[in-house]
């Protein structure tokens, strides 16, 4: 199998429990949360029905920007991360972001919430979170970096347990001491 081919599956496992799991915490969501790749559809929705902030220190970019961004990531590195989380037939969240080479670090690079509400308002970056460490604990990765995260976002990451890193503008969480939704500490995501 190649490397292009595993973390496609990864990605996939990774996809698959987590919607197992909201699913599981909140039935009355059953069949309107998916989580699916940043796809055609996620890029079309971004392009023609996405509400932009309209603070622009919070926004990762535009739809072009994250068109190229997206592209560049799939044909780049096998090793990508990427969401798109939706609610019924709202997109509400994207997460964009790789692997580094040691296997060590799952970056998530980009990170962006539409503006419109939507029931999933307020848990949008943590179930990003929890998708980004099922990745990492299958590939056994010991940190989550977020770099260079909005200034407006930092109390939320601190939240889900980031701390700041020692060096450049960035968040770790250190996944030893972190616990997966539905772990240990019977966390939801609810």
């Given amino acids: 199998m190649s490397q292009r081919e595993k973390y496609k599956m990864i990605r996939e496992t990774a996809r698959k429990a987590l919607q197992e799991r909201i699913n599981k915490d909140n039935p009355a969501w059953l069949n309107n949360v998916r989580l699916t790749s940043i796809d055609i559809d996620a890029l079309n929705y971004l392009d023609k029905l996405w509400h ?5 220190d919070k926004l990762v970019g ?11 990531y799939k044909k780049r590195y096998a090793r990508h991360v990427d969401l798109s989380l939706w609610f019924g037939e709202q997109l509400t ?4 972001g790789k692997v580094s080479r040691g296997k060590t670090l799952v970056n998530m690079d980009f990170i962006e919430g539409n503006e419109d ?28 970096v977020v770099n260079n995260p909005l200034p407006t976002a930092l109390a939320n990451y601190q939240r889900l347990g ?4 020692k ?4 968040l770790e969480l250190n996944l030893a001491s ?13």
């Fill in 52 to 56: 932009w902030s309209s603070d622009h």
């Fill in 62 to 72: 535009d739809p072009s920007e994250w068109k190229y961004a997206v592209s560049r």
């Fill in 117 to 144: 509400k939507s029931p999933l308002d307020g848990m949008r970056l943590r179930i990003c979170v929890e998708y980004a460490k099922l990745v990492a604990y299958e590939i056994k990765a010991s940190y989550l």
């Fill in 167 to 170: 060096k450049g503008n960035s």
């Fill in 93 to 96: 969240a994207l997460l964009l």
């Fill in 178 to 190: 972190a616990n997966l939704v539905g772990g240990n500490n019977g966390e939801s995501c609810n």
């Fill in 162 to 165: 980031f701390s700041k890193r």
